[in-house]
């Protein structure tokens, strides 16, 4: 896809929200499967059906825009699922196991708030109100669900003595 517009720029940042969405759908419940926490498996399958609603917001975006969601695969979403899927294997504390997936958790919400806030922005500028509106209320969702993760992490999971931690 060539970049010679701000309308290029925007389709390219959904779809790169698109595809990360999918990839997004497909590891919170594989995530939420391994967890014993409860609020942490449930704000995961929550988000998880978040999720849903942003893809199909997304598409009604790429609708009035006449536009593809597909061609684009977002490395960087992929990079953040291997990573968490790999963690699901790990053997160890299911404290500390649980503390390093909301570590994850968080990770891909920072990520997708980067690419929302991005689209919100391009969208704003090409004065695409029926675009902003969506887009905002998905980086509403997104902003809510890390803050409350990352209270969650913060208060209730678990994480190893401070002696343990300082190696001693």
Known sequence: MSLDSMRD????????????GTMVLKALPAMASVVTSRPLRHLLADHSRETELQLDRLETIFDTLEADPWGQRCRGMEGLVDDSVAL?????????REAAIAAEALRIGHYL?????SACRHARHLWLD???????????EVQAATALLTTMAEHQIQSPPLAEAAGG
């Open 88 to 96: 699901l294997t790990e053997e160890g504390d299911q404290a500390v």
């Open 9 to 20: 720029l925007l389709v390219r940042e959904l779809r790169d929200l698109y595809s990360a």
């Open 130 to 140: 029926t675009v902003l509106e969506p887009l905002a209320q998905s980086l509403g």
């Open 113 to 117: 708030i980067a690419g929302y806030n």
